[in-house]
């Protein structure tokens, strides 16, 4: 598959090589998608010849340990500039949501990899809607 017939890309932050491994088995039954992993434990500056975080459809960040935080991966990986740019999709144990339920989903760990195709599905579906058609019916005033 080459760069051009790639729909949508995702980028996964991940702290457990097996979680990595199942997100990436999963989300493969995903039609045009190409999944990179960074480190979560990345140096601060990013790795020479990686796609800019910018290119990237998604973020995912992912911990098995409820000792990591997810916004520490994500400055560790020098991605925290891209939040609210980018959507991200936190996986994780700890109980934590955001005001801004437009660019940043949740889902619990433990999950279902059912679950993680459909809400990965919605938010690269979401994103690729005109800005008109995200709006909420109530906020349009018809």
Known sequence: MTKDSISNSVLVLCDYDALYAAIELKLSTLTELQVTRTKSTAPTERPKGSLPAEDFDLIIVATASPKNDPLSML??????????????????????????????????FPFDMDELTRVVGQILGRRHKPAQQRIPAELKGD
Do not use: C, H, M
């Open 75 to 108: 400055s560790k990986a020098s991605l925290l500039d891209r939040v609210g740019k980018s959507p991200l999709l936190i996986i994780s144990e700890q109980p934590t949501r955001s005001e801004s339920a437009e660019e940043i989903s949740y889902l619990n």
